[in-house]
């Protein structure tokens, strides 16, 4: 990788960094907590690394969290796994995240899009009212501290509500939009044992209604520790028996109460892909999050009052979560309810121009998908609120980079960033003072510790390793569901570098501090931003007679796109005709998710594994990127090698 600095495809104005919010924090910490004055982001990024726990008692300060019983120390315990922070500490996050209202209590806290594209505000009053009823519901159902609350909810008002009702009563959130089939829900939600369950009759999507009542009904017999469930008529229809209406929860006048817990008190459960089984269920803390979130959004993303934060996401993917806690900063959040690519691919530059978006994210593939349509932003619509172009997903190519600098303006901050599910944040990406190179993220976030390794444990720079982070941050799982001695947990992150986080990513980390992306050193399937493992592929799929294994890979392109083929080992006799790749994709389509259908069905001889019998998904994704046999794979591992001669033929072809 070259190490010679090229121009910056955008850099920020004098006024543009005086004005940022990381600006004032900066001067501020380095009055009131030692932080260095002069060099920049740089030298604030090093100082909060190397006094990690002078750092976040300044984000706390600077942020006016409000702790009701005080925290003994900002670390109790700073080893991985098993930071403690705060510990002493009581708090609640929607508490701060409906804090506007005091000041904004007419405003918009929410702006709800549909596929018609015309926004409709919920004010900050009316969001407090509703949250307050339904705190008050749940508490009367039963919900207690620690209870798990469920959402299949697309991204709806009301789900914003369910989520922060349940955190009021100090309940655990969890989501999974209603484009997941019900084995894919179950798959999750039976983990956690949820005593709520809020659902919709169905949903819009393309310009189509989708019912789901058969789900929900698949749902309620599947979760027997369900107490209530509570219907949201989306479609119109009327509540099923039993289920509780959504508007006679929320009708009272009720001033939340909101339940002081402890800093690391459960949140919400996110679920990582599940590759190799189940998914994770991923518990973050009320504190954690809270903290970490005000520190993305507030000083990374420098979000405001003044601000309008719209994330095209679904409530199965962490950018959902991240999106609500738009509101901890006070800035008014933008919830798109449809598919990103309706009446015409367009369509999400439109719902920023109709809502006045300041920072507008999306995936790295949409705006792929926009240069090669030809879509026309600026021309064709009043982009001049957005300040901020965001991607996440996939690493942003450089074709796109150019492509935004040029069809959406010239002073565009781009920032592509990259984290995950396991943190619910960002590991490195926007920095509005620092410019901004083509195929690269600005720089890693304040407070993370982020390296490249080589397998020896060895930093490297302006060299390809793998993501590690070397200090503890406050979002990053206080704990896996269903892990009791925490050994899943142990695995998943810690295990390749003791006491280190390994996060599964190729990454360079340049000599000038920005960092590149270059996909997952893992095989988790990533389609529009919504993560899936391949064990529900193979469950899926196998269940057909015709079909003896599979083998699916994604695979990142050259040119940002995102290749998913689909390898089928037949039973003997079978042939693979239309007939039954027809029934595979809508095998996939209806027990898994829409999203996750295959590219393309490939027949092959065989599906290779370990010689412990896993099948061998990493060393084949290298292979069709063009990663040379003998670099891709330890032959001795392998139970037959001759069958990756077919992946290696197949590359060559596609190259």
Not at 398 to 421: Q, Y
Not at 442 to 450: C, F, I, S
Not at 617 to 643: F, H, M, W
């Amino acid at each position: 990788m070259s190490t010679v600095n090229p121009q910056p495809l955008w850099q920020p104005s004098r006024d543009q960094i005086a004005q940022a919010r990381i600006t004032t924090f900066q001067t501020w910490a380095a009055e009131h907590h030692g932080a260095p004055a002069d060099g920049g982001y740089a030298a604030l990024h090093r100082w909060s690394v190397d006094e990690l726990d002078t750092f976040w008692k300044a984000v706390t300060e600077w942020f006016d969290v409000r702790f009701s019983t005080p925290y003994a120390r900002v670390l109790g315990d700073r080893s991985m796994p098993g930071a403690q922070w705060f510990p002493g500490a009581t708090l609640n996050y929607a508490e701060h995240a409906l804090r506007a209202t005091t000041s904004r209590a007419d405003e918009a806290a929410l702006l709800y899009v549909d596929e018609t594209h015309d926004p409709r505000p919920v004010t900050w009053a009316e969001l407090r009212r509703q949250v307050g009823s339904l705190a008050a519901e749940l508490r009367s159902l039963g919900v207690r501290p620690g209870d798990r609350v469920s959402g299949y909810l697309p991204n709806i008002p009301q789900a914003v509500v369910a989520l922060l009702a349940t955190a009021a009563v100090g309940g655990v959130w969890t989501s999974c939009a209603p484009d997941f089939g019900a084995r894919s829900v179950l798959d999750r939600f039976q983990q956690v044992e949820p005593v709520v369950l809020f659902t919709v009759d169905g949903y819009r999507y393309g310009g189509k209604e989708h019912d789901r009542r058969d789900v929900v009904a698949e749902l309620r017999r599947e979760l027997p520790t369900l107490r209530a469930v509570v219907h949201i008529p989306l479609l119109g229809t009327e509540a099923p028996d039993g289920a509780l209406d959504w508007s006679a929860l929320t009708a009272a006048d009720t001033e939340p109460v909101f339940e002081q817990v402890p800093f690391d008190h459960p949140l919400w459960v996110l679920y990582s892909s599940g590759t190799t089984g189940l998914p994770k269920a991923i518990v973050q803390s009320q504190g954690g999050i809270l903290v970490e979130h005000l520190k993305q959004l507030g000083l990374h993303c420098d979000l405001g009052p003044e601000d309008r934060f719209f994330w095209y996401t679904s409530t199965g993917w962490m950018m959902w979560n991240f999106l609500v806690s738009g509101l901890l900063t006070g800035t008014t959040i933008v919830l798109y309810d449809g598919s990103p690519g309706f009446p015409d691919t367009g369509a999400q530059w439109r719902i920023a121009e109709r809502t006045g978006a300041t920072l507008y994210g999306t995936s790295a593939a949409y705006v792929m998908a926009c240069r090669k349509a030809g879509v026309h932003p600026s021309r064709d619509f009043d982009l001049s609120a957005v300040k901020c172009v965001a991607t996440t997903g996939s690493p942003l190519p450089p074709d796109g980079f150019r492509w935004l600098h040029d069809e959406v303006g010239d002073d565009l901050w781009i920032a592509s960033v990259s984290g995950g599910t396991d943190v619910c944040s960002c590991f490195a990406g926007a920095v509005p003072t620092l410019p901004v190179h083509i195929g690269e993220l600005q720089a890693p976030g304040l407070g993370t510790d982020l390296q490249s390794w080589d397998p020896s444990g060895k930093p490297l720079t302006d060299e390809v390793g793998e993501l590690v982070v070397t200090n503890p941050m406050p979002s990053m799982p206080i704990r896996f569901w269903n892990d009791p001695d925490g050994t899943r947990y142990h695995d998943s992150y810690f295990d390749t570098y003791p006491g280190v986080w390994r996060h599964g990513d190729w990454i360079t980390i340049t000599s000038r501090g920005s960092v590149v992306i270059h996909g997952r050193s893992d095989s988790t399937l990533n389609r529009q931003g919504v993560r899936m493992g391949s064990a529900d592929i193979y469950e899926a799929v196998e269940r057909l007679p015709e079909i003896r294994e599979s083998l699916v890979i994604g695979v990142e392109q050259p040119d940002g796109g995102y290749w998913m083929p689909l390898f089928v080992h037949l039973a003997p006799g079978v042939t693979l005709d239309d007939d039954l790749r027809g029934r595979i994709k809508k095998t996939i389509r209806e027990q898994l998710s829409p999203r996750h259908v295959p590219d393309e069905i490939i027949e092959v001889p065989g599906v290779p594994h370990t010689l412990t019998g896993k099948r061998i998904e990493v060393p084949v994704k290298r292979l069709l990127q063009g990663t040379p046999l003998e670099k891709a794979v330890n032959p001795g591992s392998i139970d037959n090698l001759g069958l990756l001669a077919f992946y290696e033929e197949l590359a060559r072809k596609r190259a």
